[in-house]
């Protein structure tokens, strides 16, 4: 009996040790959420992004029109920032896209199937925010915040 609960406390705490450095479904690294070069924002934060990620936003506040981004549903990247973002798991992420279908709501975001397409529709659409590993950031976007272990904060 004592051999059983002690295996089962070193289970326990070996698996409390690998969530906590994790971090998040993509190994850690931080993401970069990214706008076109030409927008004048220069910070997001998560109530910004939100309703710009669900297309209950559809406009900058320059008026210009805002192209949400998202990678496919499968990619650890996309759970990070809808965790971060939304506040939602891949899960209710995908009742939230079914209930607005059903209610006649506006289409979900663009996806793209790898950060380097995101990186390059970012690029070249003025209106465009999406996001990326921030080592996979380069000159032609700009960033406007950060997603790290679970969290969004400024660039």
Do not use: C, H
Not at 17 to 22: E, G, M, T, V, Y
Not at 84 to 95: F, I, K, M, S, T
Not at 99 to 122: I, Q
Request: aromatic content about 4%; charged content about 20%; overall charge positive.
């Amino acid at each position: 009996m004592a051999t059983r609960r002690s295996l089962l406390v070193s289970v326990l705490i070996t698996l409390a040790a690998l969530s906590s450095s994790r971090g998040s479904l993509a190994g850690g690294e931080p993401l970069a959420v990214i706008v076109n070069k030409s927008n004048s924002v220069s910070v997001l934060s998560q109530n910004e992004l939100r309703p710009i990620f669900q297309t209950t936003k559809k406009n900058w506040d320059s008026g210009q029109e805002a192209i949400p981004i998202n990678l496919l549903e499968d990619n650890p990247l996309r759970a990070d920032f809808d965790q971060a973002v939304l506040g939602l798991d891949p899960e209710r992420v995908a009742r939230y896209w079914t209930d607005r279908k059903v209610r006649g709501g506006a289409r979900p975001p663009v996806r793209m199937p790898t950060s380097s397409a995101v990186l390059k529709a970012v690029a070249s659409k003025p209106g465009a925010v999406g996001y990326v590993r921030l080592s996979e950031v380069n000159n032609t976007v700009k960033v406007v915040a950060k997603v790290s272990g679970g969290k969004l904060s400024a660039p």
